[in-house]
């Protein structure tokens, strides 16, 4: 009896859900037969379902594309997959490619905070800045991911002179009036900001994404003498999650958390010493919001809206 030895007991295998877990982000194919009369093939209809035919970005826009119900087979991305009704995603077939999984990928927003704006020396330009700091908790408890950031703006930027004559510098409502892609100088000039590689499936992290905003306030525009500046902008912050950018035939950028909301309305002026001074403040503290749409879509950025008008 001495010489026996228990065998090790096979590890159970992970229980599988009762339900079907569609993964936010995906492409799958859909059972026409069991699709019956539900009318996909319309754009409010399929993204009010959690469902479209494509959503495809760029600087210059944003494009959702209805599924098209007379391809065979019918293909679907999942944008939102607590939209999708019980008997659509019964239509939606698991693969190889898009196994069963039980969890979902979260991220979660520990901290959003903003310090006060300042105006410093830039290059040897005074300088309008701010900074929006979030602090993140990244879990892919679902599927290997990426993520990333993108924002829309909705601003007016606007240089006062000494004459009493005003010029425009950055108008995003000029035109249809809706926000557009936020664009930096130094911005890759890609619509998604990657926050770093891919993290692998079942790993979590905590992570820090800030950014500094700016508008520089030269002393003369165009031999006018520039007395003031003022910025009124409202920023939509979206985290993004993708599990192959590089596969945009199976994978598509969606939103992964609340959109989240902040803004300034500033005004520096000159002081009677030479010293470019605040002189007017309101800010919007970054927090998450419900009444920003959940899918980001825009018809321009910030850099095409930028403008030299005179008034």
């Known amino acids: 009896m001495e010489h026996i030895f228990p065998l090790p007991r096979p590890m159970p295998a992970p229980p599988k859900p009762k339900h079907p877990v569609l993964q936010a982000g995906h492409r799958y194919s859909i059972d026409t ?52 009704s019980p008997p659509l995603k019964s239509c939606l077939a698991l693969t190889t490619a898009h196994p ?37 908790a990244w879990d892919t408890a679902g599927f290997c991911s990426q993520l990333g950031v993108l924002q829309l703006l909705e601003s007016t930027r606007t240089a006062h002179f000494a004459n009493g004559k005003t010029m425009t510098l950055l108008d995003t409502e000029s035109e249809e ?43 003369e525009i165009a031999g006018n003498t520039v007395a003031s500046m003022s910025v009124l902008e409202k920023y939509t912050v979206y985290f993004m999650q993708n599990a192959g950018p590089d596969r945009p035939d199976l ?10 909301v902040w803004g300034w309305s500033i005004r520096v002026q000159l002081r009677y010493d030479g010293v470019w001074d605040i002189f007017r403040k309101k800010l919007i503290m970054p927090s998450a919001s419900t009444e920003a749409p959940k899918l980001p879509l825009w018809q321009s950025n910030s850099l095409l809206r930028q403008t030299m008008q005179m008034a």
Request: glycine share 4%; proline share 9%; net charge negative.
């Open 177 to 219: 009036g809706d926000p557009v892609l936020y664009l930096s100088e130094e911005d890759r000039r890609v619509p998604v900001i990657p926050l770093g590689g891919f993290q692998k499936q079942g790993q979590q992290q905590k992570l820090l994404f800030s950014q500094t905003v700016t508008q520089a306030i030269p002393s």
């Open 100 to 136: 069963q999984q039980p969890k979902q990928n979260r991220l979660t927003l520990l901290d959003a905070r903003m310090a006060a704006p300042t105006v410093s020396l830039a290059d040897d330009m005074p300088t309008l800045s701010i900074s929006p700091h979030f602090e993140l």
């Open 33 to 84: 037969q069991k699709l019956a009369d539900n009318p996909l093939g319309d754009v409010e209809h399929d993204v009010q379902n959690g469902l479209l035919g494509d959503y495809s970005l760029s600087i210059e826009r944003a494009a959702v594309v209805p599924v098209d119900t007379k391809r065979t087979p019918i293909h679907a991305f999942v944008w939102n997959s607590d939209l999708l």
């Open 251 to 260: 994978y598509i950028w969606v939103p992964l958390h609340l959109p989240i």
